[in-house]
């Protein structure tokens, strides 16, 4: 065998972490040896690089798992709004009116509204529960948070398993709501612009998704 087989060989071998034998040829012992010195400081060298890379990279890793972690008052994939800081779902626009914007979130169980152009009324109204059966909160044209100018909207929670609100007025109109819906919603909120000058809501009607009818309120 040549002192290239012998190299080789060894190379392959789990002895090269050990010290080469005595007996091998001096020259494969030499090249053996330099080999398990390059050998060990390549592992130094790959062990430093990742010692270096935790102490550098640590605090940014750990600032961006706590970046992670939400305010307790906030639902979680929330960033805070502005409008309103202590909401605890997404701020959605209900209707935007002559240039004024009528806002709604929750404030966990509390609903609330209000418009940019009014700043002084209370804008949370009160808990909100899912397993209340029908209308549970229902704002009534010219309430302070939504009028805007002369335009009244009527506003109100969508009542559990109905997907439509219907307001008819006394004259025989009637609007479709919209529906909003947002992350931390409660329920969703419905929302219609009416022409109040001339008459006045008869009733609210809920709907299911067949259009069947499945709960209705006057107005208080």
């Given at each position: 065998?040549?002192?290239?087989?012998?190299?080789?060989?060894?190379?392959?071998?789990?002895?090269?972490?050990?010290?080469?034998?005595?007996?091998?040829?001096?020259?494969?012992?030499?090249?053996?040896?330099?080999?398990?010195?390059?050998?060990?400081?390549?592992?130094?060298?790959?062990?430093?690089?990742?010692?270096?890379?935790?102490?550098?990279?640590?605090?940014a890793?750990?600032?961006?798992?706590?970046?992670?972690?939400n305010?307790?008052?906030?639902?979680?994939?929330?960033q805070?709004?502005?409008r309103?800081?202590?909401?605890?779902?997404?701020?959605?626009?209900?209707?935007s009116?002559?240039g004024?914007?009528?806002?709604?979130?929750?404030e966990?169980s509390?609903?609330?509204?209000?418009?940019?152009?009014?700043?002084?009324n209370?804008a949370?109204?009160?808990?909100?529960?899912?397993?209340?059966?029908?209308?549970?909160?229902?704002?009534?044209?010219?309430?302070?948070?939504?009028?805007?100018?002369?335009?009244?909207?009527?506003?109100?929670?969508?009542?559990?398993?109905?997907?439509?609100?219907?307001?008819?007025?006394k004259?025989?109109?009637e609007?479709?709501?919209?529906?909003?819906?947002?992350?931390?919603?409660v329920?969703?909120?419905?929302?219609?612009?009416?022409?109040?000058r001339?008459?006045?809501?008869?009733?609210?009607?809920a709907?299911?998704?067949?259009?069947?009818?499945?709960?209705?309120?006057?107005?208080s």
């Amino acid at each position: 065998m040549t002192d290239g087989d012998d190299l080789r060989v060894l190379l392959r071998s789990p002895a090269l972490r050990l010290e080469p034998p005595a007996d091998l040829a001096q020259s494969v012992r030499r090249r053996a040896r330099r080999q398990r010195l390059q050998t060990r400081a390549a592992a130094a060298v790959a062990a430093a690089a990742a010692v270096a890379a935790v102490l550098l990279l640590g605090p940014a890793v750990i600032d961006s798992v706590d970046g992670l972690r939400n305010d307790p008052g906030q639902t979680a994939g929330l960033q805070p709004d502005r409008r309103a800081p202590a909401a605890t779902s997404d701020v959605v626009t209900l209707q935007s009116i002559n240039g004024a914007d009528i806002l709604t979130w929750y404030e966990r169980s509390d609903w609330c509204t209000v418009t940019t152009r009014v700043h002084h009324n209370k804008a949370c109204l009160g808990p909100v529960d899912a397993r209340h059966q029908g209308f549970g909160w229902v704002l009534a044209p010219r309430s302070p948070s939504l009028t805007v100018d002369t335009s009244h909207v009527v506003a109100g929670v969508l009542p559990p398993g109905a997907v439509r609100v219907i307001v008819h007025m006394k004259n025989g109109h009637e609007y479709d709501a919209a529906v909003v819906r947002g992350a931390g919603f409660v329920l969703p909120v419905w929302s219609v612009l009416v022409d109040d000058r001339r008459t006045t809501v008869d009733y609210y009607a809920a709907l299911d998704g067949n259009g069947t009818e499945i709960d209705r309120k006057a107005p208080s």
